[in-house]
């Protein structure tokens, strides 16, 4: 059964020269998207990518980076909404596709659930305030 994840992948510098995405297609039978990449010689390096596979490859794939120090974060925890700004008028819940955003019926306020959020970016686009960010 095939799985896919969003991630954030931090590289240390002494990694960013190395090539460890073709190793994730190679010995793991990974397929990958790079969404954004910021990797640059000599310094610290982040990629955002959707990678995806068979759960058991995908597994040992992770362990791999893990295992040669890259930091890996999922991507949905890089969405975040700032409490100050949000006026909680809803405009994002009629977007959101995965229910991470959700009314409280007694409240009535916005509740976000970070852990069913896919990172589709369409809460930041529709909130009119600029509530919720993109943050690498």
Same mark, same amino acid.
């Given at each position: 059964m095939d +799985?896919?994840?969003r991630i954030v992948l931090h590289? %240390? $510098?002494r990694l960013v020269d190395q090539p460890i995405v073709c190793s994730?297609?190679?010995?793991? @039978?990974? $397929?990958?998207? +790079?969404l954004k990449a910021q990797v640059? %010689? &000599? &310094? &610290? @390096?982040?990629m955002v990518m959707e990678l995806w596979g068979e759960e058991e490859s995908y597994q040992k794939g992770v362990d791999y980076l893990a295992r040669i120090g890259l930091k890996i974060q999922p991507l949905s925890h890089d969405i975040r909404r700032d409490e100050e700004? *949000?006026?909680?008028c809803g405009a994002c819940v009629v977007? *959101? %596709?995965s229910g991470a955003l959700v009314v409280d019926p007694e409240t009535r306020r916005i509740d976000f659930h970070h852990e069913k959020c896919i990172a589709c970016e369409l809460c930041v686009k529709a909130c009119p305030p600029r509530a919720m960010e993109v943050c690498f």
């Open positions: +799985i896919s994840h590289f %240390p $510098r994730l297609v190679l010995d793991y @039978g990974l $397929r990958f998207n +790079i640059t %010689p &000599e &310094e &610290e @390096g982040l700004k *949000c006026t909680h977007l *959101c %596709p």
